[in-house]
């Protein structure tokens, strides 16, 4: 068969929607060492409820994303990624942010094969517990 012979194949397309970008990127920064939690804020909040919302109308269990924000762009690929934490005071913060970016962006990657262009991290709060603070 020549070419002009073959039969088309079909083209498939594999679409990754921010919610699950998310949700990979807030697991891998949870397990941070120095990583108290995820910080939602206002902003979060409310994008949150409406997004559980609808995955419990559609009877799917919500992937914890709260803190997380992920920005995907198809022409040309491109996936950025926001995260809000809250770090142990025992820590240094800019070490422990650091960490959160190479574990997000690895974390990403290998689950879905798109490296993203940026991963930033904010810290809302610092946690000290039983120090002279």
């Known amino acids: 068969m020549t070419r002009e012979q073959a039969p088309a194949r079909p ?5 990754i929607s921010p919610p699950v970008i998310a949700a990979v990127a807030a697991h891998a920064a949870a397990r941070v060492p120095g990583v108290v939690r995820l910080e939602p804020g206002l902003r979060g909040l409310a994008g949150s409820l409406t997004r559980i919302a609808r995955q419990r109308i559609k009877g799917l269990d919500p992937a914890p994303t709260e803190g997380v924000r992920a920005f995907v762009e198809h022409d040309p690929p491109d996936v950025r990624v926001e995260i809000d934490l809250s770090l142990s005071g025992l820590d240094q913060a800019a070490a422990t942010a650091q960490a959160v970016q190479r574990a997000v962006g690895k ?4 689950a879905t094969g798109l490296t993203p262009s940026a991963v930033s991290v904010s810290i809302l709060d610092i946690e000290i517990r039983g120090g002279l603070l």
């Open 107 to 110: 974390a990403v990657t290998e």
């Open 11 to 15: 083209s498939v397309e594999t679409v």
